[in-house]
């Protein structure tokens, strides 16, 4: 059975869209992640944390230890972090990097890019954005999407033109993220995060959505106008954009 790929029917919009099963996703994905170092070794990567990526993330792993893949000249930044977590807390997203994916294949840890938590401030966001420039820009950004469409800890409405800079958290993120906290109010009301430019530089973008929950904002991403209200519309605008959705997330299209 051939697999669909759709393609977004909005004029002048590149996504590409692939739908498939939640499985086959994450191998699909990591095809990506196995051609773009195939051809470029020291790729700079950007990488996100959540309940999407884990899937990808064991098939990475999986690819590495095979002997498949390896990251070893590869340089790597995360698109954002809590602000007042350090980096051994375990809901840092540094934790949640290093526990589900660098720990487990050959990548050289002085080459982990991650916003602190702890130090924040114009300065240290600056100092984010030059670091990425530096290294020659982000290869390939991956991407989950929360339900109100945000992309990194971008929120509705946030300026298309935005660097890295420091959020305070809508209600609806941190009730969403409270799943992974003991209870709602030690939650981080405040993130440092990539803007919504430093994400659009990245010369590839990959989006992956899962599960019927994520069905309505998917459809607003790919078929809706693109609008700093739903931020991830702003991928339709990115020359190379995939969005990887399963079934259920796709289910609009
Ligand atoms: C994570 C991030 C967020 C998540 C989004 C979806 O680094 O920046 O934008 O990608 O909240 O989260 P999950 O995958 O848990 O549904």
Not at 243 to 249: K, L, R, V
């Amino acid at each position: 059975m051939s697999v669909p790929t759709v393609h977004s029917e909005k004029k002048g919009s590149n996504l590409n869209i692939i739908v498939d099963s939640r499985e086959n996703i994450a191998r699909r994905a990591a095809d990506l992640y196995s051609e773009v170092l195939a051809s470029k070794p020291d790729a700079v990567l950007g990488f996100a944390t959540g309940s999407t990526p884990l899937d990808l993330y064991a098939e990475l792993i999986a690819r590495v230890k095979a002997g498949k893949l390896s990251f070893k000249d590869v340089t790597t930044f995360n698109l954002d972090e809590y602000v007042g977590l350090e980096p051994t807390h375990d809901q840092s997203y540094r934790y949640f990097m290093d526990k589900n994916l660098f720990e487990h294949i050959d990548l050289d840890s002085k080459r982990v890019n991650i916003p602190s938590g702890i130090a924040v401030g114009e300065g240290e966001s600056a100092a984010y954005e030059a670091a990425i420039a530096a290294a020659g820009g982000i290869d390939m950004q991956l991407l989950g999407i929360g339900h109100n469409g945000h992309i990194g800890f971008n929120e509705p409405n946030t300026p298309f033109g935005s660097l890295t800079h420091k959020v305070t958290l809508t209600d609806s993120t941190i009730e969403a993220n409270s799943r992974f906290f003991a209870s709602r109010d030690e939650v981080p009301k405040e993130a440092v995060t990539m803007g919504i430019r430093t994400v659009m530089n990245a010369r590839r973008l990959v989006l992956i959505a899962l599960g019927e929950g994520k069905a309505e904002i998917i459809k607003k991403t790919v078929q809706g106008p693109v609008t700093e209200e739903v931020p991830a519309s702003v991928l339709q605008l990115h020359p190379d954009a995939y969005i990887f959705a399963d079934f259920e997330a796709a289910k609009y299209l």
